[in-house]
């Protein structure tokens, strides 16, 4: 039947509603207990006769002449009423005539097994709660369009299955991660997300105007240098979990509103916080159920310390053939790039191809959890140098599953480095690098107070929830991704 005369037909059946008096979108319900609920405590209801209330939305509807079966479903779980017209009388008609699949309705009665041992409700009341308009997809078929998906996310969470399962593993992760913070002294605080000067990350902001202040602000590509000004104050463990925008391309691994946890302490260096980060995903994967290890492409990874090590430069030259990145001029690289199948822009810098080089040819390499380090100084505005070799950075990066989950170092707490660091970044940006990092003066003002040493990581929640549930498409991690409108 046309979609226009199923809504049709709908239509006339909320009107039959309306007429009896019936409220078919009422605020009350009587429900007593969920579904889950009422299987658990299925026997001695049964046994005692004793009336059940559940609500739910029909998912199922099977007539058998003076009855009908059907299935109701919440977020706990799913049972079978039975409606009876020796029963129900009138009403019984009303609800062959006027509920379908996918309306909410409230169901009372007592409990009994089928032939077939179904638990099921022996309904004596029943009561329309919403009714729906739309047909739903078919149940056997789900939603398939991957693109419909996303859109409706709505109909995914409720047609396919595992869907739900894998956003409560999301929250379950970041419950896990804010209560590992904290059991190690970290205060979780809030910053702007409206930023006067985009910083903290190398990236491309969304822009804005505020009327009122008539000035214009970016949405935070990192709430890293508000965080490091509480370090200035006297808070020496802090942490946030919040959203960041960056306007850059949408692919499997990036979505322009992506959420991010960045944690940082005074004291420590970049050695201190790879163990906590060891200790932390440790953690996050006993909580989660997975410390015997996930399945990540025929492979088994396992989180136990401690994590393998690379720098930067060696896994260059293991699987990208860069001898010697640090004397390797910059057209040798861009040819290099080109001729491993990577297109660069010719204003590109040399440090920014070799990180071109690193994502696409040498990550794929690292499957178990490894601490990339050593990183360039170009790339990396706001680490700490390396006494052994100043044109690299006390940086790591923790890939695991070919993928970057967690970026951390040593930061830097040099005003002067950081206006020299600053400034640089500033004539890569003037040259037609949008993404590079703008000169904060009052970021530099409060680092001339005085800022402790300190350690700090940011990790990505989107893509540390790809991991621990085993999807490859970040769109499958966050509930609405970012989406063009259909013309």
């Not at 059946?13 to 009587?30: F, M, R, S, V, W």
């Not at 693109?147 to 995914?156: A, G, I, P, W």
């Not at 790591?396 to 970057?404: G, P």
Request: glycine share 6%.
């Amino acid at each position: 039947m046309p979609f226009d005369d199923i809504r049709n037909e709908r239509l006339k059946k909320l009107q039959t509603l309306k007429e009896k008096g019936i409220d078919p979108y009422p605020a009350h319900t009587e429900r007593g207990l969920l579904v889950a609920e009422v299987l658990k405590k299925f026997s001695a209801l049964a046994k005692s006769k004793k009336s059940v209330v559940a609500a739910g939305r029909v998912m199922t509807k099977r007539e058998h002449g003076g009855s009908t079966f059907f299935d109701v479903e919440d977020t706990s779980g799913k049972i079978q009423g039975y409606a009876k017209e020796d029963i129900l009388k009138e009403n019984y008609l009303l609800f062959l005539q006027t509920v379908d699949i996918g309306d909410f309705v409230e169901i009372e009665g007592t409990l009994f097994e089928t032939k077939k041992k179904e638990k099921t409700i022996e309904v004596s009341r029943w009561a329309m709660l919403s009714k729906s308009l739309r047909p739903l997809p078919e149940k056997w078929h789900g939603l398939q369009d991957v693109e419909e998906r996303f859109r409706k996310r709505y109909l995914d969470l409720l047609m396919n299955e595992g869907v739900q399962n894998r956003f409560q593993l999301r929250a379950q992760l970041i419950t896990a991660v804010r209560a590992f913070h904290e059991e190690n002294g970290f205060l979780e605080v809030e910053t702007p997300m409206l930023h006067p000067i985009p910083g903290g990350a190398l990236a491309k902001p969304f822009i804005t105007h505020h009327n009122a202040l008539d000035i214009d602000l970016y949405l935070r590509v990192a709430p890293e240098l508000y965080l490091k000004r509480l370090l200035v104050g006297g808070c020496e463990r802090v942490f946030e979990i919040g959203k960041c925008f960056r306007n850059e391309g949408i692919d499997i691994t990036h979505n322009p509103e992506f959420t991010m946890l960045e944690s940082y302490a005074a004291y420590w260096d970049e050695e201190q916080m790879m163990d906590f980060v060891e200790n932390l995903f440790v953690a996050v994967a006993k909580k989660l159920g997975k410390d015997e290890g996930i399945m990540w492409e025929g492979k088994k990874i396992i989180f136990k310390k401690p994590f393998s090590r690379i720098s930067f430069k060696d896994l260059l030259a293991r699987y990208a053939q860069v001898s010697d990145y640090h004397n390797e001029a910059q057209e040798s690289l861009r040819m290099r790039a080109r001729q491993l199948g990577i297109e660069i822009e010719p204003e590109t810098e040399k440090a920014k191809i070799a990180d071109e080089i690193f994502k696409k040819i040498c990550g794929p390499y690292l499957s178990h959890p490894t601490f990339v380090i050593h990183h360039p100084i170009d790339i990396s505005p706001l680490a700490k140098k390396r006494p052994e070799n100043p044109e690299e950075v006390r940086r790591f990066q923790l890939v695991v599953a070919s993928a970057e989950v967690v970026n951390g170092f040593s930061e830097l707490n040099d005003p002067l480095d950081q206006r020299d660091r600053f400034e640089s970044q500033n004539k890569v940006r003037e040259s037609g690098d949008e993404e590079a990092h703008r000169v904060d003066e009052d970021y530099i003002e409060a680092m001339e107070y005085g800022m402790p040493p300190a350690a700090g990581i940011g990790i990505g929640i989107d893509r540390l929830t790809m991991l621990f549930s085993g999807t490859k498409n970040i769109k499958e991690v966050i509930l609405f991704p970012t989406m063009k409108p259909r013309g």
